[in-house]
């Protein structure tokens, strides 16, 4: 599952938000309260990242990592999500031998 997801984003040239490569920039320009345009731009792609994986994962997992506030956030949850659930596996498949 998460290799498909990263060929994805990585296809549509996002992956760097992915991996944390683009902070997310200050929300305003200045004290005027001028929003920063590169913030709106990566406020609306991490967004978009967040739903798709969010919306492809099953509904015990979705509710495991919903509400955290960026796309690099969602995406190391559902790492640790994996490792554990892959590490549960073996354990398992050991115990029954």
């Known amino acids: 599952m998460k290799i498909h997801h990263y060929c994805l984003v990585k296809g549509i040239k996002l992956d760097e938000y992915l991996l944390g ?7 305003l320009l200045d004290i005027s309260g001028t929003t920063n345009p590169d913030y709106e ?3 609306s792609k991490n967004q978009m990242l967040i739903s798709l994986l969010l919306n492809s994962l099953t509904p ?7 509400g ?3 796309s690099v956030a969602t995406w190391k949850a559902i790492a640790i999500l994996c490792r554990v659930h892959n590490r549960a596996q073996i354990q398992l498949f050991c115990t029954s031998l």
């Open 21 to 27: 490569m683009k902070a997310q920039p200050s929300q």
């Open 41 to 43: 731009d990566w406020l």
């Open 60 to 66: 015990d997992i979705t509710n495991q990592v919903i």
């Open 68 to 70: 955290y506030g960026s």
